[in-house]
């Protein structure tokens, strides 16, 4: 089995000291406090101590903004003004000679050395559910087999083990096409933090009860009281149960992540006032605090009718939040290490319906790259005339899947061992698209 | 020379001394049940059903001594109360279930236990769900499918006529309406209900075969893939929501060499089943087709006459496999995986020639014993939980490698259930006195019946909170979030009142009164004496002791890993 990753793997506590009266409370206070103080420089931008790789696993991350429902590839990446299927939108040039995109992301236009674009997506599956499983997972579900998705592979390589922040966020307002994500396999471990409703995580407020000195007092008295079982019980499972514990502390010290109020007003009147610029906001402050994977869901892209007031307006909205957060991103020297996505489950016809509406099309279609890992000014792929079909540079949603795992430096073609079944990361005979990678 | 029986090579094993007379008479037993077939009348109880118990440590030990591996000590008698109580009752021991264990004999203890244990109605609960949790995990409160399988277990019905039941998904009346359930919830998805049915009901997973031959298994190629999907592929659920059978129809698949083929019902030894469907006219085709149309549209069309039900003929072929018996193995290594941590067949839907059980011979002489009467679960469950490879101690101290899980030599430590977690925790936060006494509960049945209802029905409200356990399974920061956070943890677990631990920890006049009520209550031990210390030094450390150091202190030992885990 040499060579293959068994997941998951996880080491229990070896630190077990003897009981030592009176002593304890202040010596585990201590690694709480001190865990408290990590993050809490991680939040404010500052380098921790170098600890090997363990940190260089907290220090790479990927954005992925899903529009969810389907976004249309001619009114964003692919444009094709003054054909039947064009619509009454113009191209632009952008700040790099050669490439056009649509009229509706000026600002993007002007970021295109940052962003690759892939227009030969053909991923087959042109329904909402079944559309976001394959882009998702970059494979469908075998029968007992349910994969994980791109956030719980990210955290899962990028992420580290007794991180005091969550590894894989998934911040979904609206309740269109909504989807909570899936860590399949790897388990719960790997599960978003999904925030639907409330922008706040669950259970990370201190109850109305305790005192923080009595909650981190009571957690100490469990972690001594812990010790005499897992001393004698090893294995990552018993194990797991108190590095669950340890994370308490760091995921109540990072909920204020989600608080833009922190954010000077600048900073905040940078983003914009909107639902979506608001959590692109929240996820660059997550990603500086050391999280692999954020997902930040806009929707409703699924434009049937009325799909160029629709993109109108939402394309706006992302032309806007994206250049914002590239920018911000770029400033803090973040953009080196995170990989910004533009994905949905698909894209939209080139035929334009009775209702001037567009359906769901997934046979050729775009998505956008930018940051850790990839070549910016590029474009991968091309479709026909009128943007019916892949015409070169096919990609299927396992090799987006391989693209992007490579971006951030993680080998695709690694395996999990799931039971006994080899699994690699991304599908089997997945291919990376080289071109857009450094 | 002809080769051992199974079971008479086992008892070969390394007895010395007085074990020897007993090897021989159990030898004498077994032979008389080999030659003579079961004998219903000694199945019951007693000496048989030890002779299983024997029959497991022998081939474990044997296999243990020749490897030079030494095996752990049996738990001590408070662990063995607590592991048993938790994999026969589902839930911990109450502190009164204590103090009558405590005083039996040591030498019948474990049996008298295993067997008061077994008459509850908390075996019965137990047993349900260790069987929902297995055949529905995605549907963990389907209240037929649950309706169904009490009602199977409480009758003592064979784990064979179970299978049957719910994959012929029979229309039914009562509580048996919800057998359907394993074959309904999978019906629109064929592959799910093939594959499903191969890795639950006969430890294996094909899925890996549908593509191509298996790359690692010799044993499966397409052939049994598209073999297996040839007794569901005829299944449909009309509008009514009834498990029907389409007359006619079958699979074709192409073969990695490009050749189409059409699917034999072929069984996962390779049996061929006849497909006796009679030959129709397009005519009759026709006119069936639009019924079957009809009736996934209507409520009150018409069944269409089916004279050939692959279905059947699945159950028939599965149950009438003595050779391999899939049916019976798969449930003797998934019932020793739940009760032992792992199975002799490692991951257990891995049944196959390329991933051999780790004691072949005793798993072959369990299937055996189990087919012998009558699939009887609770006879399997009975012997296993009376083995003293069972009953070893968890704790792994020695500066040595631990031995392999597979070896069996030590105990390995299981994460609880959803439900069991639940359970256990409203019994560790209620006072001791609030459970009633073992003799109280042998008077009033009824009463305890009662009682045991409306702990699992509150178990049902708190179980969503925690993951069921999986493979490699690692505990959620949700979990501890939940736990160090949540509302419910304040203002219920660690809520004060009469009926209440907390009100009695109050009540306690000194901290080593608290430490040792808190413990024999909530880990069903008594507590050490650093574990006293920390108590003394937890209240010693404030002036006037408040009700939240009562509770912190409750907190700290049911967040605590012991609480978490069945050692």
């Known amino acids: 089995m040499s060579g293959k990753r068994l997941i998951p793997v996880q080491c229990g506590l070896s630190d077990v000291a003897g009981v030592s009266r009176r002593g304890f409370l202040g010596g585990t206070a201590v690694g709480v406090g001190g865990a408290l103080a990590a993050d809490m420089r991680a939040v404010n931008g500052l380098r921790a101590e170098e600890i090997a790789g363990e940190l260089r696993r907290g220090e790479k991350h990927v954005i992925l903004l899903w529009l969810a429902g389907g976004a249309s590839q001619l009114e964003t990446w692919d444009p094709k003004p003054g054909v039947k299927t064009g619509g009454p939108f113009a191209a632009i040039p952008t700040n790099v000679a050669g490439i056009q995109v649509s009229e509706l992301l000026p600002k993007l236009a002007q970021r295109m050395h940052l962003t690759a674009v892939i227009r030969s997506l053909n991923t087959k599956i042109a329904d909402h559910g079944r559309g976001a499983d394959l882009v998702e997972r970059g494979r469908l579900d075998d029968p007992g087999l349910r994969y994980p998705d791109l956030g719980a592979v990210v955290a899962k390589e990028l992420g580290r083990l007794e991180s005091t922040v969550p590894d894989y966020v998934s911040l979904y307002t609206s309740t269109e096409g909504r989807r909570k994500g899936t860590s399949g396999f790897l388990g719960a471990r790997y599960a978003p933090l999904f925030l639907a409703e409330n922008m706040a995580p669950p259970n990370t407020g201190l109850h109305e009860r305790l005192t923080a000195a009595e909650h981190q007092d009571r957690a100490a008295l469990r972690d001594l009281l812990s010790k005499r079982f897992t001393a004698e019980h090893r294995g990552s499972t018993v194990g797991s149960l108190n590095s669950a514990y340890q994370r308490v502390q760091g995921m109540m010290a990072s909920a204020g992540l989600f608080n833009i109020e922190q954010e000077p007003a600048e900073v905040r009147a940078r983003y914009g006032p909107t639902q979506f610029g608001e959590q692109c906001l929240i996820a660059r402050r997550l990603v500086e605090a050391g999280v692999p994977f954020v997902k930040v869901a806009r929707a409703w892209w699924d434009s049937h009718g009325q799909n160029f007031e629709t993109h109108l307006e939402l394309c706006a909205d992302l032309d806007h939040c994206m250049s914002v957060l590239l920018d911000d991103l770029q400033e803090r020297g973040l953009l080196e290490k995170t990989l910004v996505i533009t994905l949905g489950e698909f894209g939209r016809t080139p035929g334009i319906n009775a209702s001037l509406g567009r359906d769901h099309f997934a046979s050729a279609w775009s998505c956008s790259l930018s940051g850790l890992g990839i070549r910016g000014g590029v474009v991968h792929g091309a479709t026909d005339a009128e943007g019916h079909t892949v015409v070169d540079g096919e990609a299927s949603a396992g090799d987006l899947f391989a693209t992007i795992l490579q971006a951030v430096g993680i080998d695709h073609t690694h395996e999990y061992m799931v039971g006994s079944r080899p699994t690699p990361l991304a599908d089997f005979g997945s291919k990376p698209i080289r071109s857009v990678l450094v | ?567």
């Open chain 2, 1 to 567: 020379m002809p080769p051992d029986t199974p079971t008479t090579s086992l008892l070969r094993g390394a007895a010395t001394g007085s074990d020897r007379l007993v090897l021989a008479l159990v030898r004498c037993c077994l032979l008389l049940v080999l030659l003579l077939g079961p004998l219903p009348c000694l199945a019951a109880q007693t000496t048989e059903t030890d002779s299983i118990a024997v029959l497991i440590d022998n081939a474990i030990d044997q296999q243990n001594v020749a490897a030079g591996i030494t095996t752990a000590p049996q738990a001590d008698p408070d662990t063995l109360l607590r592991r048993t109580t938790l994999d026969l009752a589902g839930r911990i021991p109450t502190s009164r279930e204590r103090d009558w264990y405590l005083l039996l004999p040591a030498e019948t203890r474990q049996q008298q236990l295993v067997d008061r244990l077994m008459q509850l109605p908390d075996f019965d609960f137990h047993l349900r769900n260790s069987l929902d949790e297995l055949l529905l995990p995605e549907r963990p409160n389907d209240g037929e499918f649950r309706e169904y399988l009490l009602t199977a277990v409480r009758e003592r019905r064979p784990w064979s006529r179970m299978f049957r039941e719910m994959l012929l998904a029979a229309p039914a009346d009562g509580p048996d309406k919800g057998a359907a359930q394993f074959v309904r919830s999978r019906v629109r998805e064929l592959d799910d209900l093939t594959n499903d049915t191969a890795v639950l009901f006969f430890g294996v997973n094909i899925s890996c075969a549908k593509c191509h031959d298996h790359p690692l298994v010799a044993d499966w190629k397409q052939d049994h893939y598209y073999g297996m999907q040839a007794f569901f592929h005829r299944t449909f659920t009309s509008k009514k929501n009834l498990i029907l059978e389409k007359p006619f129809g079958g699979v074709k698949f192409r073969t990695t060499a490009g050749v189409d083929r059409d699917a034999a019902l072929m069984f996962l030894n390779g049996a061929v089943v006849t497909d006796a469907t009679p030959s129709y006219t397009d005519e009759e085709k026709k006119s069936a087709e639009e019924q079957i149309r009809r009736l996934e549209r209507e409520d009150d069309a018409q069944p269409v006459p089916v004279s050939f039900s692959p279905r059947q003929a699945l159950i028939d072929t599965a149950i009438a496999d003595q050779q391999q018996q899939y049916l019976a193995r798969n449930i003797v290594n998934r019932t020793w995986a739940r009760l032992v941590g792992t199975g002799f067949v490692d991951p257990p839907d891995q049944m196959h020639s390329g991933n051999p059980a780790s004691h072949p011979e005793l798993l072959q002489s369990l299937g055996a014993d189990l087919v012998a009467h009558d699939y009887d679960l609770r006879r399997l469950i009975r012997s296993i939980v009376l083995s003293r490879a069972y009953a070893r101690s968890s704790s792994w101290t020695s500066e040595t490698a631990q031995p392999a899980s597979q070896t069996f030599a030590v105990a390995v430590a299981r994460p609880l259930t959803p439900r069991q977690l639940s359970a256990s925790l409203l019994i560790a936060t209620r006072s001791a006195g609030n459970w009633p006494a073992v003799d109280e509960v042998a008077a009033k049945p009824d009463e305890w019946q009662k009682r045991r209802t409306d702990l699992e029905n509150q178990a049902n409200g708190w179980m969503r909170e925690f993951e069921q356990p999986s493979r490699d399974f690692q505990i959620a920061v949700d979990e501890a979030l939940f736990f160090s956070n949540n509302d419910r943890v304040q203002n219920d677990l660690l809520r004060d009142g009469g009926d209440r631990l907390v009100n009695s920890l109050k009540a306690a006049e000194t901290p080593q009164q608290a430490a040792r009520l808190l413990w024999t209550v909530v880990c069903s031990r008594e507590p050490a004496e650093a574990e006293t210390q920390v108590v003394v030094d937890w209240f010693a450390r404030v002036p006037q002791r408040q009700d939240s150091d009562v509770q912190a202190l409750l907190w700290a030992v049911l967040a605590g890993a012991e609480f978490r885990f069945n050692h």
